[in-house]
């Protein structure tokens, strides 16, 4: 599918608006239609440094309404409101002991630029791939993320 997102192609060049094709969610991971995306400096960060490598689909504070899961997805259905936080593994020992933040693959999880299987979801128009961040990219008209990534939230908040 489409989406319009936030990309920078190269360290020292501007952020751009353009057309990316995104994938369809795999059968772990959830559809989002964004609502909201925070900016901060780490995406500053992002733009400047190559935390991810080049070219990169900016955005990690994304909320909004899952469209479309994932076949193996039982936590979240069409119609939730959702937000997006970072990526982690689940299965080392930090994340099995209740502490996602200290994942052993946080890094390159969220800053390495591809998934979880080692696959790119951003795609530019001549076929390039571009990094995600975070698991994320939520500088985006739509967001896949792994289920991981993605918190349902009370629709009354
Ligand atoms: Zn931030
Ligand atoms: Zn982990």
């Known amino acids: 599918m489409r989406s319009k997102s936030v990309v920078v192609l190269s360290q020292g060049e501007d952020i751009q608006l353009k057309d990316v094709i995104l994938d369809e969610p795999k059968d772990n991971e959830i559809l989002i239609k964004t609502v909201a995306s925070g900016i901060c400096h780490t995406d500053l ?15 990690h504070e994304g909320a909004g309404i899952v469209e479309k899961v994932g076949s193996s997805i039982s936590t979240v259905q069409s ?5 997006i936080s970072f990526a982690y593994c689940g299965h080392c020992r930090n994340c099995r ?17 591809h998934e979880y299987d ?25 967001i896949v993320a792994h289920e991981n990534n993605v918190v349902k939230v009370d629709k009354s908040c």
């Open 45 to 59: 960060a992002g733009r400047d440094y190559g935390m991810s490598p080049y070219p990169v689909a900016l955005g």
């Open 79 to 83: 119609g939730d409101h959702v937000v």
């Open 97 to 113: 002991t209740g502490h996602p933040g200290l994942c052993y693959n946080l890094n390159e999880l969220n800053f390495g630029g």
């Open 118 to 142: 080692g696959s790119h979801r951003h795609h530019l128009e001549d076929g390039s791939h571009l990094s995600s961040f975070f698991g994320q990219s939520s500088l985006s008209e739509y």
